[in-house]
């Protein structure tokens, strides 16, 4: 059975790149950003609840409106969880089945921006919390994603604090653009692996 963990951090930390290489080193990653937005494209289910929710609006010739599912859940917490009780059962039950084939492997990953605040880290072993300096992530998130400041704010201002991930997460990486990612990879699945190893000497005993 593999262990599982959770890679998380706000907007711009960069927690795709840390996904990315882990797969480079043998670790396959869920990013559950990309699946839930392929189920909310080709379940009907969560589109007749969103539609309900948001206004049929939310599909255009039916596609999925990101700007304005976007908009309408980062105006407020609640909009938030409306959404995510929503989306989230559904992309839990296909993380399990995504893991469930993964059985061979010692080390597998979900990436997920909302882990904790979803639920998600429920279904993980070890949290991994990305983490960089707020200015750091404003700048690359407008860069990336061709917004304001104050609309970036706004979306981490309806996230968990750093912070407060942080205090929850057993590994911490820092994306500062300072130190190496991938020195802190490398110990990061060191530390995985002396997790199995214990693991493994507890079960045998």
Not at 89 to 100: D, G, I, L
């Amino acid at each position: 059975m593999a262990i599982k963990i959770g890679i998380t951090g706000g907007i711009g930390s960069g927690k795709s790149i840390v996904s990315r290489l882990l797969e480079v080193m043998g670790i396959p990653v869920y990013i559950s950003d990309e699946e839930s937005k392929r189920i909310v494209a080709t379940d009907l289910v969560i589109r007749k609840e969103l539609c309900d929710l948001v206004g049929e609006e939310v599909f255009l010739n039916g596609k999925l409106n990101k700007v304005l599912l976007a908009s309408y859940l980062f105006a407020s917490s609640i909009h938030a969880s409306q959404v995510n009780r929503i989306i989230h059962p559904r992309v839990k039950e296909h993380f399990r089945q995504w893991a469930s084939h993964k059985g061979c492997m010692d080390i597998i990953g979900m990436e997920s921006a909302i882990l904790i605040e979803s639920g998600f880290a429920d279904e993980v072993d070890y949290i991994v919390m990305v983490y960089a300096p707020l200015e750091i992530r404003v700048d690359r998130a407008v860069r990336r994603d061709n917004a304001s400041c104050e609309q970036i704010m706004q979306r981490i201002r309806s996230q968990m604090s750093d912070e407060e991930k942080c205090e929850q997460a057993s590994f911490v990486i820092i994306n500062d653009d300072e130190k190496p990612l991938i020195p802190q990879i490398l110990e990061l699945i060191a530390f995985l692996y002396q997790k199995i190893h214990y693991l493994c000497s507890a079960k045998n005993n």
